[in-house]
């Protein structure tokens, strides 16, 4: 939303936490001091978060970041986006990417931020290229959801 275009390939050798929200969306709303808090935890071990708003106007979306306090950057979300990755129907949808680049999780619906913060400190102990790998994705429980 600053005008400053984002790629997810820069974020590569950290853990991001990619949410799908939108400032209407009560279970988002829930989350999203959850996530201010996750940020503020992890950032320094390697950790961001991206927010994906798929809300129609950009002035709702910066009223709400000031409102929550906001700490982690958040782009506009369109269909072509959602879609790229596998199609977002409801919100919210989060997905957990590794230092790899690799969706570890997916979360639909609302998630208890225990759930998040014991996959991130999981994620997090991982390094680049290490041999943990499948074990680890599994784990993690890829494409759990929780409601």
């Avoid at 409801?90 to 690799?102: E, H, T």
Wanted: glycine letters at 10%; charged letters at 20%; proline letters at 4%.
């Amino acid at each position: 939303m600053s005008g400053q275009q984002l790629t997810l390939s820069s974020y590569r050798g950290k853990v991001v936490l990619l949410d799908f929200w939108a400032t209407w969306c009560d279970p988002c709303r829930d989350e999203i001091p959850h996530f201010v808090d996750l940020e503020n935890k992890y950032r320094d071990q390697g950790f961001e978060i991206i927010g994906v708003s798929m809300d129609d106007a950009e002035q709702p979306v910066r009223d709400f970041y000031r409102q929550f306090k906001m700490n982690y950057p958040v782009v506009m979300g369109s269909a072509q986006v959602a879609e790229s990755y596998g199609g977002v129907l409801g919100l919210p949808v989060a997905f957990l990417i590794g230092r790899d680049g690799r969706i570890y999780a997916k979360h639909i619906g609302a998630t208890d931020a225990s759930v998040f913060e014991r996959e991130i400190t999981r994620l997090l102990r991982r390094q680049p290229g290490g041999n943990a790998g499948a074990q680890s994705a599994i784990a993690l429980g890829a494409n759990s959801s929780e409601q």
